[in-house]
């Protein structure tokens, strides 16, 4: 098996090949970046009904005040959001690990396609992640490449297929409520995007030793315009709201919609994209299915609204400037606010 000098390092590695009762240093988190007992404050995140005619009230109630929202009724099948929990966990979880390097993303190249650990741009201060990850390049379909997705489990490419096809369904679905929502035409924010562009990552959060010290993703907002996550039944995700870190608690057959940067520029802060984390715990490992839909890197996005409250941004300098410097929570839409 040739697994060459670039290959990624992986929190499955440690995982599986110390037995070890700590983490090693490049994951420990600097004191205030460690996860905190939440405190009980009876805050929920909203659920909203897509059944029928929506109530725009409340979209425009969960996009100010959360930035997140869980969707129900959204019309995916129960099916095919359990299909790719379970292929993800087998890829995971079943695969040999020489088997999944076969699909290793380039560790050089921020959000290349594949099986990776590693999200920012590489320097030697940077805390790593307790996370690895397989992402997939779905739209347009000029990017889809199935043939460098996993072949086992042998319906693997079909699922995320179908899965990739049905979130973007409801992505637009969801973009034209949100539209609406602000008095303009329904198709505002998806003529706004040009092309739009699709992936989906899978995220592997392995139990970890010591889960006081480490994140599993660190504190960040998505960078596009929205994206639609699910989760198993291990609890993790965590949103920021006024101030106190909220878990958001896994609701098997709900879809959590989540605010992205480009959508808080656009809707000239009206709607704020939702600062969140995810957080490890020492029992189970946690999987989750995150599907990004965004611009176009030539394409510039500009507040629909005057006068404007952010700088217009070109989407792919905007990319490249989020993975060198990392997210570090909301610093680099804050940084573009007038
Ligand atoms: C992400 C993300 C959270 C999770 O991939 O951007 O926020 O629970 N994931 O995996
Ligand atoms: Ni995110």
Redesign the pocket.
């Known amino acids: 098996m040739e697994v060459s000098g670039a290959a990624p390092m992986l929190v499955q590695s440690i995982t599986q090949n110390d037995v070890k009762s700590s983490v090693p240093p490049q994951y420990i988190q600097p004191q205030e970046h460690r996860p905190t007992t939440t405190t009980a404050t009876g805050h929920k995140i909203p659920t909203i009904d897509l059944a029928g005619d929506t109530d725009l009230t409340q979209i425009t109630k969960a996009c100010s005040d959360w930035g997140a929202f869980n969707v129900i009724n959204h019309g995916v099948s129960v099916q095919l959001l359990d299909d790719i929990r379970k292929v993800g966990s087998l890829f995971f979880e079943e695969l040999p690990m020489a088997e999944r390097l076969r699909y290793a993303c380039d560790p050089n190249s921020p959000a290349s396609e594949g099986y990776g650990s590693r999200m920012l741009v590489a320097t030697d201060d940077a805390v790593l992640d307790w996370r690895d990850y397989f992402d997939h390049h779905t739209f347009p379909l000029s990017r889809r490449n199935t043939s460098r997705w996993p072949h086992l489990p042998s319906n693997y490419r079909e699922v995320v297929e179908e899965y990739s096809n049905q979130m973007k369904h409801l992505a637009q679905k969801i973009l034209g409520l949100i539209s609406t929502s602000l008095e303009l035409p329904s198709s505002f924010i998806e003529d706004a995007m040009g092309e739009l562009y699709q992936n989906i990552t899978i995220s592997y959060y392995p139990a970890c030793p010591q889960p006081e010290l480490t994140l599993g993703?660190q504190s960040?907002?998505?960078m596009g315009f929205i994206?639609l996550l699910i989760q198993d039944n291990v609890a993790g995700l965590q949103v920021s709201k006024d101030g106190e870190w909220i878990t958001v608690d896994p609701v098997s057959h709900a879809i959590l919609v989540?605010l992205g940067d480009q959508t808080e520029i656009i809707t000239n802060g009206i709607y704020k994209s939702s600062q969140?984390r995810a957080i490890t715990n020492a029992d189970k490992p946690r999987l989750s299915v995150?599907t990004f839909h965004d611009p176009a890197k030539t394409t510039t996005v500009t507040p629909a609204f005057k006068p404007h409250r952010y700088h217009p941004v070109l989407y792919g300098d905007y990319v490249s400037s989020w993975y060198t410097r990392g997210p570090n929570g909301k610093r680099n839409i804050d940084a573009l606010l007038i």
């Open positions: 993703l960040h907002s998505d994206t989540i969140h995150a």
